[in-house]
């Protein structure tokens, strides 16, 4: 059994809101799976949803507990299915990446994300695979208000992307594993990156 967890808050103040995308990927997945992840479990303290990927049962969670106790839900999942560090994916935003950018990781630090900071200290351990989704770097004064608001209208369009993109990694990661999924994704990027500098260097060169 493999458990993807996707981070936020809940209820529909903070449903379209910047902090909420790992919820937004969780929804992709229930989509295109067609399974129902709006069941509420108390002993999890989240919404989830059951489903069988070809050979491999996984179970999708929403923690219902507000970000800053994402831990406490994904522990007791992982604890009552009895699964170790390496069936876990968790799916959260980052203010360190631009909007619509994603990054794979096998282990790491939170990086000042509280919900998965939270996560971390209640499984002891930092060996947990992560897809971190960009939503843009402010300064940290407006940091709440921001990360509770909404993505601008000019934005949607990289952050549809960014959905489906992560949602493409989790289920490259149920079939081939971190490390693979690593090297695609992260790859992936590191391509698109040096495609946009070099249409600017270009671009630059004509002016």
């Known amino acids: 059994m493999k458990l993807i967890a996707g981070l936020g808050n809940p209820g529909p103040r ?3 809101s910047r902090h909420n995308i790992g919820f937004l990927v969780m929804d992709e997945l229930a989509r295109r799976w067609q ?12 919404q989830i949803g059951e489903t069988q ?10 923690p219902a507990t507000y970000m800053n106790l994402s831990g406490r839900s994904v522990g007791a999942a992982l604890r009552y299915f009895k699964l170790t560090l390496p069936d876990l994916l968790v799916i959260y935003d980052d203010l360190d990446l631009p909007v619509g ?7 790491g630090s939170a990086g000042g994300h509280k919900g998965m900071g939270d996560v971390l200290r209640n499984l002891s351990s930092v060996d947990i695979a992560r897809i971190r989704i960009g939503i843009g770097k402010v300064d940290r004064s407006v940091t709440t208000d921001y990360v509770l608001g909404r993505f601008f209208p000019e934005e949607r369009p990289l952050v549809e992307t960014a959905i489906g993109a ?3 990694a989790a289920e ?11 090297n695609e994704f992260n ?13 600017g260097n270009r ?3 004509g002016e």
């Open 101 to 107: 950018r994603l990054r794979i990781r096998a282990f």
């Open 14 to 16: 903070y449903a379209e």
């Open 187 to 199: 790859r992936r990027r590191d391509s698109a990156e040096r495609n946009r500098k070099q249409e």
């Open 172 to 182: 490259s990661w149920l079939r081939h594993g971190t490390t693979m999924t690593m």
């Open 166 to 168: 992560a949602a493409d």
């Open 35 to 46: 399974v129902d992840v709006s069941r509420y479990e108390r002993r999890f303290e989240a």
């Open 203 to 205: 671009s630059a060169e």
């Open 53 to 62: 990927r070809d050979a491999e049962r996984v179970l999708l969670l929403r």
